[in-house]
């Protein structure tokens, strides 16, 4: 285990004409699992890089606990002392070397007797379940016996930190969901310290204790994941971490007003953003007597689709080109008004990129 210190850093390339990363601060507790969610070009690569010595920070420190491993453009500690082992995108295996090898692999540039090696081995093996498949070329392996040779390999070195990034993005639905359960347990019983970087919020979610969300280079919001995902500091954080309505609305004394719907909030600024997840609506041919839930107006149903057992209806307000979505578990057909809920401590205000406040 180990406690990473991120402090400072910023990277970048050609001359400074690209900032990859903006002065990123972190530290990353023992043992715990850190996620990095960003979008595409959003340094995520680069801050992984960094972490693994295989890149230097333009500016700023990275210690390992009270280790400096890099600063200011300085590699102090290379990738090979730094005990990480790492997993990329593909869990790709070498097709000509039984699981065994496959596993050793990173331990035999180390000078490292085979009686060790096998011992190692075998330990990391018996860990991972595939102990009676080391024999076994990759194609002879299921798809799950293949991610846990990777991970094997990954973990033989006894690294006191593992990286992953993208793991889960080449994988079949079935399989990603093994894989991050794998993932997770794995580094449960271990205790080795995590970090994920992913664009997709359902790694962070079944993975990441907590995450930082990266935006151009910048840190821009870390906490738990359920807390990012309900209090997003920007609009565009809230979309990343989740599916999420975004309506332009115009403010009056009655709250914020978009066609035929108000949303009971009071703001100061002209105009705002509304932000409200699809399962924070319902839709009703009736009036509901629930507190928790506060009707915003009447509505038109769009266009509705089936997906995994539920329909997803689009909605629009009277008057109004603006558009609501929300799941429900019954159809309602296009065409026809609705009463429009929303959960009321659940609506998001959003001035550009700032929360202001919520009722
Ligand atoms: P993706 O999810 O698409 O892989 P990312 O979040 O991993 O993106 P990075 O690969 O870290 O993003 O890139 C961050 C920014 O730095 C991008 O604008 C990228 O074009 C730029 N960049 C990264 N590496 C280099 C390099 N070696 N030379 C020049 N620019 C680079």
Do not use: C
């Not at 285990?1 to 990123?24: E, P, Q, T, W, Y």
């Not at 850190?34 to 420190?61: H, N, Q």
């Not at 204790?209 to 565009?236: A, M, T, W």
């Amino acid at each position: 285990m180990v406690k990473i210190i991120v402090k400072n850093i910023s990277k970048v390339f050609k001359k400074g004409k690209v900032i990859a990363l903006d002065n990123v601060n972190i530290t990353i507790e023992n043992g715990e699992r850190f996620g990095i969610l960003g979008p595409s070009g959003a340094g995520k690569t680069t801050f992984m890089r960094i972490i693994a010595g295989l890149d230097v920070p333009s500016t700023g420190e990275l210690y390992f606990d009270d280790k400096l491993v890099a600063s200011n453009g300085k590699l102090l500690v290379p990738p090979e002392d730094r005990k990480i082992g790492m997993v990329f995108q593909t869990w790709a295996l070498y097709p000509n070397l039984t699981a065994f090898e496959n596993i050793a692999f990173p331990l035999t540039n180390m000078k490292m007797s085979k009686e060790e090696i096998r011992k190692r081995v075998e330990e990391v093996a018996k860990i991972l379940d595939i102990h009676h498949v080391l024999n076994h070329l990759p194609r002879e392996l299921s798809g799950g016996q293949q991610q846990r040779v990777a991970l094997a390999r990954a973990l033989v070195k006894d690294p006191s930190l593992l990286l992953l990034d993208e793991p889960f993005s080449n994988l079949d639905a079935r399989m990603r969901d093994s894989a991050r359960a794998l993932v997770k347990e794995v580094q449960s019983r271990l205790g080795v310290t995590l970090l994920i970087v992913s664009h997709d919020p359902a790694d962070i979610f079944a993975i990441a204790d907590r995450v930082g969300v990266l935006v151009k280079g910048k840190l821009v919001q870390v906490g738990k994941p359920e807390e990012v995902y309900d209090n997003p500091v920007s609009i565009q954080v809230a979309s990343l971490i989740g599916e999420i309505n975004e309506l332009e609305g115009k403010v009056t004394n009655e709250g914020v007003v978009i066609g035929s719907f108000r949303f009971p909030v009071s703001i100061s600024n002209d105009k705002v953003l509304i932000g409200i997840r699809p399962e924070d609506v319902k839709l009703s041919k009736d009036v509901i007597r629930d507190d928790a839930w506060t009707l915003v107006g009447k509505g038109r149903v769009k266009v509705i689709g089936y997906q995994g057992g539920l329909f997803r209806i689009t909605i629009t307000p009277l008057n109004s080109d603006d558009e609501i979505f929300t799941y429900s578990d019954h159809p309602i057909h296009s065409g026809e008004e609705v009463l429009v809920y929303v959960k009321k401590d659940k609506i998001k205000v959003f001035e550009k990129i700032k929360i202001l406040f919520k009722k």
